[in-house]
């Protein structure tokens, strides 16, 4: 007899080695603690007969659902029923969303199965009613994206997506955009009645009376309780750093100019005698470098049109208007360029430079600031070339001794300087501030006066709930015009009346329609309530206002301009409002194409 194949002492490499535990219930693993690994294993039962797990979710994340079950199904547009298995459904998945990361650069967000499963039933419903895009448009967009084709097989191979998966779904997507805009279309005729309703919104008109406390008053009232110098610093350092900080002194520099003043005939006859220009410059070529590079500071346009919105061009004067000017600053410039050139290459060989006898000598005008001055304080000195942008020039300046790194130019004047001295920001002693912090303690208190005034008013108004009662709801009394005229008389106040107007067109220029402006609680607040009273944003007065009535304002006075773009509006909003209703909307998509997702039955929307 052969012996059998199958004899257990037959020469198996794979379990050699091994020891044989035939009569053991758990066999531990070489190596392993067998108390510890029957633990586990005892674990390990416990929590899978503690827990169980839905079998969507197994088929779901194991791929036992794949092969043959339907994770998506739908019913197309002739009634027949349509599905997608687990791998069919990841692919469209994975395909869309690389498509999206491509067309935005990788900003688009991480597509979820209900946006994959509206995709492929639009497509279907798309395809269904015949729509088509046809290869040039593919084409377009395609180069919209990648002009000339660059970057596009690359891009397309780092996303691991091939060229027909990729124009595949684009072209879906595309067809779907145009399935969704002809059902839309009937849409896209805004109806009178909606735009004039959204003008109306807009153009509401307010009226309102109001009292503010008289500001001489309130002062007088305020100064008898001016603290004292030690308890006014003490108030002024609690102050919390973002009010302190406007008393703080900004850069401070000193500085010496020689100034050259384009307003007027000044001769620049010496500077060309000590620094002249080469014989073969090119006057006209400088004059255009002249003019680029400083068409903001020297030739910008003071006369814009005002029978239509100006253009960019509109805000700087042509090169051809300015042609002489410039050409005989360019020259001026360039002049004092090489000077400013010799005072930097002289004063780093160690001379001393004596800037205002030198600007003299070549028909400059000189200017010393020996002590240190804020930005503020240039631009207020007393001499007729000195300007805004001037001032934060040389107070920007780093590097103290050194000449500036060019001449400058300004509206004004050209400009060869030097720092001589630099202070940095800092607060300055109390005594310095003193007046300042003082004006500022009697405006916060005459503000608080102010409002204590008239919240007592207030009071007055109305049957106000127990304010002892915790449960009691915020009140907001309501009066009509003659009670609230007669209580604020008796506080000894005067009514004010500002008549209807609509807010972003109050053109009145007043501390108190300035306040009615701004103030959002009024534009919020029913007909006839009063609102607390509020302090003015200047800090400056307060405010106790009745609203005194709301009305739309004229349609007459819709110019063509806001209907056609509240035409418009009207008819994004109504396509989005039916696109959110229907095209992504899982009801209307299970009510209109039966559509069922796997995902649903685990999680369903809105749970």
């Known amino acids: 007899m052969s012996k059998s194949s199958h004899d257990p002492k037959v020469h198996r490499p794979e379990i050699e080695g091994r020891e044989t ?96 499963a509206f995709f492929v039933v639009m497509s279907d419903a798309a395809e269904h009613a015949g729509v088509r895009v046809t290869d040039g448009e593919l084409r377009k967009l395609i180069e919209s994206r990648f002009p000339g084709g660059v970057g596009y097989s690359q891009t397309l191979h780092a996303s691991r997506i091939t060229h ?31 735009v004039e309703s959204l003008w109306k919104a807009r153009h509401q ?9 008289l500001a001489d008053v309130l002062r007088t009232e305020a100064e008898a309780g001016l603290p004292a110098d030690a308890e006014l610093e003490t108030w002024f350092n609690a102050l919390p750093e973002h009010k302190r900080e406007p008393f703080r002194r900004l850069v401070a520099v000193a500085a010496e100019l020689a100034v050259f003043p384009l307003e007027g005939e000044h001769s620049a006859d010496l500077l060309f005698a ?23 500071m020297r030739f910008r346009n003071r006369n814009l049109p005002t029978d239509r919105q100006p253009t960019q061009e509109d805000f700087f004067r042509p090169f051809d208007d300015v042609k002489d000017v410039a ?45 240190t001055a804020t930005a503020a304080e240039w631009a207020a000195l007393d001499v007729p070339w000195t300007s805004r942008n001037l001032s934060e020039y040389i107070t920007g300046m780093p590097e103290v001794g ?3 790194p060019a001449v400058s130019v300004d509206e004004k004047a050209l400009i060869v300087g030097r720092t001589l001295a630099k202070e940095e920001p800092r607060m300055p002693p109390f005594s310095e501030l003193k007046p300042k912090v003082a004006d500022e303690w009697l405006r916060q208190r005459m503000s608080e006066l102010a409002i204590v005034k008239l919240d007592d008013v207030r009071k ?5 709930p127990d304010p002892s009662d915790p449960a009691a709801a915020t009140f907001v009394p309501e009066v009509d015009e003659a009670t609230f005229a007669s209580v604020v008389g008796e506080a000894g106040y005067q009514v004010q009346h500002r008549d209807y107007q609509e807010r972003a067109k109050s053109l009145a220029d007043t501390p108190a329609h300035t306040y009615l402006r701004g103030a959002g609680q009024l534009y919020s607040s029913k007909v006839s309530a009063v609102p607390k009273p509020e302090i003015a944003r200047d800090g400056k007065n307060a405010y106790l206002v009745r609203i005194a009535g709301l009305r739309d304002a004229d349609t007459a006075t819709m110019s063509p301009g806001e209907f056609q ?4 509006q009207a008819i994004r909003e109504s396509i989005t409002d039916f696109r959110n209703r229907t095209f992504v909307s899982t009801e209307f998509l299970k009510e209109r194409y039966g559509v069922q997702l796997l995902t649903w039955e685990a999680n369903p929307p809105g749970s």
């Open 21 to 116: 535990h035939d009569d053991d219930l758990i066999v531990a693993p070489k190596g392993k603690n067998k108390t510890r690994f029957m633990l586990t294993f005892l674990l390990i039962i416990f929590l899978l007969t503690m827990f169980t797990v839905s079998d969507q979710f197994v088929d779901m994340f194991t791929g036992q659902a794949g092969r043959g079950s339907a994770f998506l199904t739908w019913t197309d547009p002739t009634g027949d029923r349509k599905s997608l298995t687990v791998p069919e459904f990841t692919l469209e998945k994975q395909a869309l969303a690389k498509v999206f990361s491509i067309l935005t650069g990788g900003q688009d967000r991480e597509r979820a199965d209900d946006d994959t």
């Open 164 to 194: 027909p998966e990729f124009e595949g779904t684009l072209r879906r997507l595309m067809a779907v955009d145009r399935y969704q805009s002809l059902i839309s279309a009937p849409l896209a005729t805004a109806k009178p009645s909606v």
């Open 205 to 213: 008109e307010h009226a309102f009376d109001y009292i503010e406390p």
């Open 274 to 296: 000590k620094y002249p220009r080469p014989a073969d410059e090119d006057a006209d070529a400088a004059a255009r470098e002249y003019y680029e590079g400083y068409t903001f």
């Open 327 to 371: 050409k005989r600053e360019a020259v001026i410039y360039r002049s004092l360029g090489d000077w400013r050139t010799s005072l930097v290459t002289r004063t780093d060989a160690g001379e001393t430079i004596d800037l205002a006898a030198e600007a003299a000598s070549i028909g400059l005008v000189a200017h010393s600031q020996s002590n």
């Open 402 to 404: 050194k000449f500036y």
């Open 460 to 464: 007055k108004i109305g049957t106000w």
């Open 565 to 568: 773009a509240l035409g418009d």
